[in-house]
């Protein structure tokens, strides 16, 4: 069976600090990783996916994850947020299109 | 840009009715998705068609809820009769399913803005 756990469901940053958000999975073979962002009224726009090859993963709107396989992780960082980046985000795995998504982390971003 | 098209946007309806939910995949996906996002469940889901056949749809009620394409630019959810416990957003995503002789590697799931559904 695939899951997906996101352990913060909420996340408050300064606007210019840096943010991570935790993933973990579980899956009986190599993952296929994603990471979704979603604004309010708004569906679900892919950040940045792993299949695989490097570790690390670069996604639109200078977002990255590091995929580790020994702590079965896919964790999302930025090194500097945008007011713009507040949104609730989502990790995801799965093969073949059926995904398990994670329960999301919402981040709101203070001045 | 190419996006999923989902109407309507909202839908405010009594139990007991009826409800249509549509999708219009990107052109040229072959695998279409039907979510459902509750504060409780998250993200659920539902089913899934590829080639306009249903692969599955074992997340879906199956004595009230189907799901059709009727054809490649066309995928339906409808419930009858609806309940106050489908109110929710009920997403609609596509993507690009490759056989291994293309390389084996699915395009990212694109997903339309959702219909939002309550149901007095």
């Known amino acids: 069976a695939q899951s997906v756990t996101q352990p913060d469901i909420h996340i408050t940053v300064s606007e210019g600090a840096s943010l991570e958000l935790r993933c973990n999975y579980s899956?009986?073979?190599?993952?296929?990783l994603f990471w979704y962002v979603q604004s309010p009224g708004q569906g679900l726009q892919l950040l940045l996916k792993?299949?695989?090859?490097?570790?690390l993963v670069q996604g639109i709107k200078g977002f990255e994850a590091e995929f580790k396989r020994s702590q079965s992780s896919f964790n999302l960082r930025k090194p500097s947020v945008h007011w713009s980046d507040a949104a609730e985000y989502f990790c995801?795995?799965?093969?073949?299109?059926?995904?398990?998504f994670g329960a999301g982390t919402t981040v709101t971003v203070r001045a | 840009d190419a996006r999923v098209t989902q109407t309507p946007r909202h839908k405010v309806t009594e139990m007991g009715q009826e409800v249509t939910m549509r999708c219009q995949p990107i052109?040229?996906?072959?695998?279409v998705f039907w979510y459902r996002q509750t504060m409780m469940q998250g993200l659920e889901l539902l089913a899934y068609?590829?080639?306009?056949?249903?692969?599955?749809d074992s997340g879906m009620p199956k004595d009230r809820f189907s799901a059709e394409m009727p054809d490649a630019t066309l995928a339906t959810l409808k419930i009858q009769p609806s309940e106050p416990r489908d109110s929710a957003v009920y997403f609609c995503?596509?993507?690009?399913?490759?056989?291994?002789?293309?390389?084996?590697?699915?395009?990212?799931?694109?997903f339309g803005n959702g219909t939002r559904l309550t149901v007095t």
């Open positions: 899956y009986g073979a190599t993952p296929y």
């Open positions: 792993y299949f695989s090859g490097d570790t």
């Open positions: 068609f590829r080639n306009r056949a249903p692969l599955d």
């Open positions: 995503a596509s993507g690009l399913a490759r056989g291994v002789d293309n390389g084996g590697r699915n395009s990212p799931l694109h």
């Open positions: 995801a795995v799965g093969g073949d299109y059926k995904l398990s």
């Open positions: 052109l040229g996906h072959n695998t």
